[in-house]
């Protein structure tokens, strides 16, 4: 089946914009990731879904990021007023139960750019 | 906190040849999963191979293999018959046990030389 995929690819937003990206898991897939990837650092982990509940939002820089998952697939990652330290790249990945390893599919991620 | 160590910022290889990307990680819990994960330019990122830390035994994927030292917090894997395609970004992952979100390390970037 389809993977995972995310819109938009790209954003450019001006300092202070809100933004809001979406991911659209793996069809069945019950957990979702948010990670964000500095340019040439390894992915850090945002926030994570177990169907629409939040889980763990331990990795939200601060109150400018909010997730949500209403009805236990599609997500949106969303940024209020933001910085140029927001500028990065945004990737979702999903993964199912079934599989105890939970190994997670990836995105092709969203580049936020902050000008 | 678990941290993942990738020192090798960039490695490259001919073409055909073997390479070896090294991933330490520190952690005090006995049960865990490690990865690796391939990010090719502008392309997603995808699993190479995963080591379960109970599992004595290394991990194989075709040409991808790793070696797991348990004791030294070591994970690197070895790439045999290197090709073009895989130039990429590499990052070692880790998972522990019981939660669910994945730690990486800074990434390897791999060049192949024809």
């Known amino acids: 089946g389809a993977g995972v995929s995310q819109s938009p690819r790209y954003k450019v937003a001006k300092r202070g914009q809100d933004v809001a990206l979406r991911c659209d898991p793996i069809s069945g897939h019950v957990s979702l990731f948010w990670y964000q990837q500095a340019l040439g650092q390894g992915p850090e982990f945002l926030t994570y879904?177990?169907?629409?509940?939040?889980?763990?939002k331990s990795g939200l820089p601060s109150d400018r990021f909010f997730a949500e998952r209403p009805e236990g697939s599609v997500s949106t990652l969303k940024i209020q007023r933001t910085q140029q330290e927001d500028s990065a790249v945004y990737l979702c990945a999903s993964s199912t139960d079934r599989n105890p390893i939970y190994e997670q599919y990836f995105g092709p991620g969203t580049r936020l750019t902050v000008t | 906190a678990q941290t993942v160590t990738q020192s090798q910022p960039e490695m490259s290889v001919q073409e055909a040849e073997t390479v070896t990307l090294s991933c330490t990680y520190d952690t005090s819990e006995s049960d865990y999963y490690l990865f690796w994960y391939k990010q090719p330019p502008s392309r997603q990122m995808i699993l190479v191979i995963r080591?379960?830390?109970?599992?004595?035994q290394n991990a194989t994927e075709n040409r991808f293999s790793v070696n797991f030292q348990k004791a030294a917090k070591s994970f690197s894997l070895k790439i045999s018959d290197s090709q073009l395609g895989d130039a990429a970004m590499y990052f070692c992952a880790y998972r522990s046990e019981g939660a669910q979100k994945l730690v990486f390390g800074q990434g390897t970037r791999l060049t192949i030389n024809p």
């Open positions: 879904f177990q169907n629409e509940a939040q889980l763990d």
């Open positions: 080591q379960e830390a109970y599992k004595q």
